[in-house]
């Protein structure tokens, strides 16, 4: 599975998580249930985290993408090889593209 396709189903996944985590604590304070107020809260936190570390995972891979593609472009360019030079292009927009996912 491509990066982007993971990251999307992983977003998919830990925002379902978070939204029923947060029912669940909801349900539990309104019903005065805090055995499930505290788990609701653990699995929304658990979700949250989960998210932010798979945004910088995905972060750090688009910005490596971009650098790897930028030395490629150029050392292409300095060569005079056009199929290094775009690959160099491909990769720096698969960076862009990462990193607006």
Same mark, same amino acid.
């Given at each position: ?14 925002? $379902?998580?978070?939204?029923? =985590?947060?029912?669940?604590? *909801?349900? @539990? ?6 055995? +499930?107020? !505290? ?24 910005? $490596?993408?971009?650098?790897? =593609?930028?030395?490629?472009? *150029?050392? @292409? ?6 199929? +290094?030079? !775009? ?15």
């Amino acid at each position: 599975m491509s990066n982007i396709a993971e990251n999307v189903s992983t977003k998919v996944s830990n925002t $379902a998580n978070s939204y029923i =985590g947060g029912a669940k604590q *909801t349900i @539990g304070e309104t019903i005065n249930n805090p055995n +499930l107020a !505290a788990r609701g809260a653990a699995q929304k936190v658990h979700a949250d985290t989960a998210q932010k570390v798979a945004d910088a995972k995905m972060q750090a891979e688009a910005a $490596a993408h971009k650098g790897e =593609g930028q030395t490629q472009n *150029t050392t @292409g360019k300095v060569l005079g090889d056009y199929s +290094l030079e !775009a690959s160099g292009e491909g990769n720096i927009t698969k960076g862009e593209i990462e990193r607006r996912a």
